[in-house]
């Protein structure tokens, strides 16, 4: 009896402390968002380091780096057959379709796409850099989840958003990496 | 899994789909663009669809409505009963009688209800966005003066910016990465400016691409489905909030509103 009595307060004095971790501005916050409606609500909801990222402006002071690096590569997946590069073809649809890649709102890939976004770094001639072990993973990891190797990062985390499943992100690797994708064509 | 039909749908509406990169072939500058159809509507119609839209709304401004049977003739916008002259330039602002900061679009909504009566389930969007564009229309070409003095406009600021740096759903988005870390470059064909390059100085505006009159509420909506995120209520906090937040950017540029309602893509 006594101890149960106990846990039960302990708990709610856990409760109560994450609770107060929220200062009175963030709780102001979350109330002003649950005003504009439960949808909007719902998808305005934050993981841990979309908050993170929010605080500091996407400018995270560097004793946040480490730990934040550490958390986002641990959701890297990996496909089942453990090939980091899938089929280039396959990758190019993916790379272009908005729903899916949408890569070129931001990159440009195949200089024969027109009206590509400059968002991003120039990506034409990128499997200039070869195809070793480390350069199939660093792309891989990039594509999957962009911060793991840049907090904050511009880049969304099309892998870890389920927007392209491990397999769908080794076909797009495969189409920056492949000498034979037009990325890559001679020029 | 979330609606990612919305980013496609941004991406066309916005005439940055692929269809239409790849059926022109040329850039086209669409600033340009819109020159082009605003003159062809001078000259075929005579009238810009935005005019049309203000002119629906002077009739309903001055119609007697509601239950209470009056016009809105005595609607303060914040410069007193009936002064219209202006009144945009200073929204969002905090109003005593409401007990809250309000844009244009909610102002009239509080003076549909408290002034005439009606019920807040009666009231119909398209009237609001016809008011909205003949109010508007008296701030045309004016000088952007939207400066937070009291508490509540200073909180309703500081919300505003906190929601503009949230990044949230599948594409971790927030407004500052398209807007501030973008700001003068592109996504696909289109110009991206910051708030303090007056982004928001052009609405309520008509916008050819999709046959509409869009509020500056509507135009937020419409960039939050773009990146998978439900867009606010109308009249709902964030929506005022992310607004007092633009306009006083704005207004730091030192920005005029364009010809009001507006004419773009």
């Known amino acids: 009896m006594k101890t149960r009595y106990f846990v039960g307060l302990l708990a709610m004095l856990l409760v109560g402390l994450t609770l107060s971790q929220q200062g009175p501005f963030q709780q102001r916050v979350q109330q002003a968002i649950n005003s504009g409606g439960s949808k909007f609500a719902e ?21 946040e780096v480490g730990a934040f690096l550490e958390r986002q590569r641990a959701l890297i997946k990996y496909p089942a057959d453990g090939k980091l ?87 797009v690797t495969a189409f920056l990496l492949d000498p034979a994708s037009p990325v890559n064509a001679k020029r | ?72 003739e005595a609607c303060d916008f914040g410069l007193g009963p009936g002064k219209l002259e202006g009144a945009l330039t200073q929204l969002p602002r905090y109003f005593a009688d409401t007990r809250r900061v309000e844009d244009l679009e909610t102002r009239i909504v509080s003076c549909m209800v408290n002034l005439q009566g009606f019920k807040p389930e009666e009231i119909k969007r398209d009237d609001v966005k016809a008011l909205t564009a003949f109010v508007a229309s008296k701030s045309s070409e004016m000088p952007i003066n939207v400066v937070p003095k009291t508490s509540q406009e200073i ?69 939050y489905e773009s990146v998978s995120i439900h867009p606010p209520d109308h009249y709902s906090e964030p929506m005022i909030a992310l607004s007092i937040y633009m306009l006083t950017e704005a207004t730091k540029g030192k920005n005029k509103f364009t010809e009001l309602p507006g004419f773009t893509r």
């Open chain 2, 155 to 223: 909180a309703m600021y500081n919300l505003g910016r906190e929601l503009w740096y949230h990044r949230a759903g599948d594409r971790d988005m927030n407004c500052a990465i398209c807007h501030d870390s973008y700001a003068g470059g592109k996504v696909r064909l289109s110009p991206v400016r910051s708030p303090r390059q007056g982004l928001s100085n052009e609405w309520p505006a008509y916008r050819f691409e999709a046959d509409k009159l869009y509020t500056l509420q509507d135009r937020i909506a419409f960039c």
């Open chain 1, 85 to 171: 590069m899938g089929d280039w073809k396959q990758g190019e649809a993916l790379f272009t379709n908005p729903r899916k890649g949408n890569c070129y709102a931001c990159h440009t890939g195949d200089p024969k796409e027109a009206g590509a976004g400059r968002m991003g770094p120039g990506l034409v001639g990128y499997g200039q850099r070869g195809t070793s072990e480390a350069v199939v993973k660093y792309t891989y990891d990039k594509i999957y989840n962009a911060w793991a190797s840049m907090p904050c990062s511009l880049m969304y985390r099309a892998g870890h958003h389920g927007i392209l499943t491990p397999e769908e992100t080794a076909h």
């Open chain 1, 43 to 63: 998808t305005m909801k934050q993981d841990r380091d979309q908050a993170l990222c929010s605080q500091y402006r996407d400018k995270l002071p560097p004793e």
């Open chain 2, 1 to 72: 899994m979330r609606n990612r039909s919305l980013w496609i749908g941004f991406l066309l509406a916005l005439g940055l789909g692929l269809s239409i990169a790849l059926t022109q072939q040329q850039e086209v500058d669409p600033y340009k663009e819109a020159e082009r159809q605003r003159e062809l509507f001078r000259q075929t119609a005579g009238i810009l669809p935005g005019e049309l839209y203000a002119a629906q709304g002077e009739e309903l401004f001055g119609q007697k409505r509601g239950s209470k049977n009056v016009s809105l």
